[in-house]
């Protein structure tokens, strides 16, 4: 199995069976949800060589003339997760330490924000498909109150920001995310990419339009 490092510091495993990278068992790069302020160490942009991986990009990837669409595979809920070890530790901070996850959750924000504002104006991105998981197939990670206090304030910021750079916003999340419809709708996202055994989609679509 394929395992690499990313620049958290997050230990991730590729596993077949899921077709997909998931934390390796037994990762805690964050020990306590209070503790984020000294233990995660938010990458420097500028340690980084942009210009020559965004060279190379324009040479010899990207057509003119056709959409460009940026897979950025770790949203705020998610990347918290990532940090804590799993859902169980990431859900128990929700619980126990909201105000300690707000605060994260902004400064995950704001480096988001920063990273695709280098991105947009290096490269001419049409489409950002942004995961961040927000249930299991049989309902949500988390309530609602924890979606309006918590989440849906930087997420709100994260769409809006890319969206006033005049990139379409897609949010790929999976599980039953049924009875967050009305937050997605509210966030402005411009697509949607879910399970479809997960949701009825004709039902979802006859409530809230394409």
């Avoid at 060589?49 to 809920?77: E, I, S």
């Avoid at 070890?85 to 704001?110: C, I, N, Q």
């Avoid at 924890?146 to 304030?153: A, D, N, T």
Wanted: proline content about 4%; charged content about 25%; aromatic content about 14%.
């Amino acid at each position: 199995k394929a395992t690499i490092i990313d620049w958290f510091g997050v230990s991730w495993t590729f596993v077949k069976e899921v077709g997909g990278a998931m934390v390796t068992p037994g990762t805690h790069r964050l020990s306590d949800i209070t503790r984020w302020e000294t233990e995660v160490d938010f990458p420097v942009f500028d340690d980084y060589d942009w210009c020559d991986k965004v060279g190379r990009f324009l040479k010899d990837t990207y057509v003119p003339g056709k959409v460009v669409n940026m897979n950025f595979g770790q949203g705020l809920t998610e990347g918290l997760i990532a940090l804590l070890g799993g859902y169980t530790e990431g859900m128990l901070a929700f619980a126990e330490e909201p105000d300690a996850v707000s605060a994260f959750l902004d400064k995950f924000t704001d480096f988001t924000i920063e990273m695709f504002d280098l991105l947009f104006d290096a490269l001419p991105i049409h489409m950002i498909s942004y995961h961040d998981d927000w249930g299991t197939e049989k309902d949500t990670f988390f309530s609602e109150r924890m979606m309006e206090e918590i989440v849906y304030p930087p997420t709100k910021r994260v769409v809006d920001h890319i969206r006033s750079r005049g990139v379409a916003f897609q949010h790929h999340c999976c599980g039953n995310i049924t009875r967050f419809l009305p937050y997605m709708t509210a966030l402005g996202i411009d697509f949607l990419q879910i399970q479809r055994r997960a949701v009825d989609i004709p039902a979802m679509k006859a409530k809230y339009g394409d």
